[in-house]
């Protein structure tokens, strides 16, 4: 048995002494309210043949003991009733007393609590003593729901700082495997820069150097992105409509002649505070994935809004279109539409705009099987 197996049987071994110390608590808990609620039927039932001596009573009959029981009921709610109305109340509020209707109400609520007490005062004559739980019993009552909610919450927090920890972990993995791929892509790369200056020397084509030269180029931006996961970045006040066009062409050249691609921006430059080899990678991921959606073929649009302190990037597509119910699970990790795919790419796409550029990403609109228009928002840098 390894490490995490060992660790695993801990974790289920502690969680079954707790729910075996939780049902221990809630069954001794329903023990001590049985206990206390038999008592104060025998309390009643007490009172019940002090108030028949009361009743009785002659001249030379003691009362100071009928007397003491009554006086020392002080939180046991009581009525007794006679041929249906009541004759007399202990611990009840003036309130309750004064008006007929929340007396009713307030009789069948005590005789929902507890089956009366029958005094037969004289042969063939009957009275009902009605009695409520004490304010004690009624703290007993309601203990054990308090100590579930308390369990619950307590559970709630465990499974949070579970889940935390699985993903700080899972993201120093990821973190760890990106910044691999970047030294081991580094390594063909300036071998292919090479070669590249060999290919200028010996006058190969230059529409086909330029091609190559651009690939490789492309290839030091993945590398420097993949290097970058985990570590903060460095970000640059950049024209973002300059940024944004530049990997909308880049990518317009690489996809097939059926899908019509637009862009629209102002004229003047907009300046935000943004790590240009990741915001690359953000609308490199909206596009693949609006052109993905569209299966290859359709329209998309890159356009570029401004207001007084935001500045929107909206990417629309005619493809397959999102489910309402999909709008924000599509950013989470692992969660994907297509056969193949990590689901990673929206996720990723998400920390970068939010945690790293400060900004907000969301699904604008999206109908299905007629398209999607996805949202970035920035807030602008405010001249000096």
């Known amino acids: ?74 939180t046991i709610p009581i009525m007794v009733t006679e041929n249906d109305s009541i004759i007399n109340t202990i611990n009840v509020d003036d309130e309750i007393i004064n008006n007929e209707k929340k007396s009713t109400d307030f009789l069948y609520k005590l005789s929902t609590e507890n089956q009366p007490v029958v005094i037969e005062y004289v042969p063939g004559k009957f009275q009902y003593l009605y009695y409520g739980n004490s304010s004690l019993l009624n703290k007993l009552k309601y203990y054990p729901v308090a100590l579930l909610l308390i369990i619950f919450l307590f559970g709630g927090l465990v499974y949070n700082f579970y889940r935390s920890t699985k993903m700080a972990t899972q993201n120093k993995l990821w973190a760890g495997m990106a910044k691999e791929t970047a030294h081991q892509i580094g390594t063909p790369l300036s071998s292919l820069i090479g070669w590249l200056e060999i290919m200028k020397a010996d006058n190969v084509d230059e529409t086909t150097v330029s091609e190559i030269e651009k690939d490789i180029v ?26 944004t066009e530049h990997s909308f062409e880049y990518l317009q050249s690489r996809f097939s002649k059926q899908v019509e691609f637009n862009f629209k921006a102002p004229k003047t430059p907009i300046m935000i505070s943004i790590n240009p080899a990741l915001h690359s990678w953000t609308i490199e991921n909206l596009v693949k994935n609006a052109i993905d959606a569209m299966r290859g073929r359709g329209k998309i649009v890159v356009s570029i809004e401004e207001d007084a302190k935001y500045v929107k990037i909206k990417i629309s597509d005619s493809g397959k279109g999102i489910p309402k119910n999909q709008f924000k699970r599509i950013f989470e990790p692992g969660f994907t539409t297509k056969r193949r795919g990590w689901g990673l790419g929206l996720s990723l796409t998400k920390r970068i705009v939010e945690e790293y550029h400060k900004g907000k990403i969301k699904v604008l609109s999206s109908e299905v099987n007629k398209g999607t228009v996805m949202q970035v928002c920035f807030r602008k840098n405010m001249p000096v």
């Open 1 to 74: 048995m390894d490490f995490s197996d060992k660790r695993s049987v801990t974790r289920w071994i502690i969680i079954v002494v707790s729910f075996i110390i939780i049902s221990l608590i809630l069954w001794n808990t329903y023990v001590f309210f049985q206990i206390f609620k038999n008592e104060e039927r025998l309390k009643m039932e007490i009172l019940a043949t002090a108030q028949k001596t009361l009743f009785n009573a002659g001249e030379d009959t003691p009362l100071d003991l009928p007397l003491k029981i009554f006086s020392s009921n002080s």
């Open 218 to 243: 492309r290839l030091q931006n993945i590398t420097d992105r993949f290097s970058k996961i985990g570590s903060e970045p460095v970000l640059e006040s950049k024209d973002i409509i300059a940024e």
